[in-house]
């Protein structure tokens, strides 16, 4: 299983991006999806993760109502829409898939076998 992130740059606080995986080697269907950030000098965190059928979503809480995670299973794809970014959403930003996640593990990076290189993200003020 690969997975290829795309989608970071550079933007203005109050600007927004879309950020995508691609996931190549394996169906998207039976995948737990999340993206991971890591800002400079701090660890990796947990940003947003969606179940296999889309039905369950999560969020960390400083993102909520202002990132959109979702998945296409037909493309194999799954995105992060991000609006009224912000400086403190500064990171890189990582795709991460696994199929033996539980709800308990769900937001732990641990778990989570398969991770895209990370695309960068800076929010200027």
């Known amino acids: 299983v690969q997975l290829q992130a795309s989608g970071g740059g550079l933007v203005q606080a109050g600007g927004f991006l879309r950020l995508s995986c691609v996931i190549s080697?394996?169906?998207?269907?039976?995948?737990?999806v999340n993206w991971f950030r890591q800002a400079p000098g701090k660890e990796r965190e947990f940003a947003a993760g969606i179940w296999r059928n889309s039905g369950y979503t999560s969020y960390e809480d400083s993102v909520k109502g202002r990132f959109t995670i979702s998945r296409d299973n037909a493309k194999n794809t799954m995105y992060l829409q991000k609006n009224s970014l912000k400086p403190e959403d500064t990171a890189v930003y990582y795709c991460a898939a696994d199929r033996n996640i539980i709800y308990s593990s769900m937001r732990h990076s641990r778990a989570y076998d398969y991770w895209g290189q990370g695309t960068p993200v800076t929010v200027s003020s």
């Open positions: 080697g394996q169906t998207l269907r039976s995948y737990v």
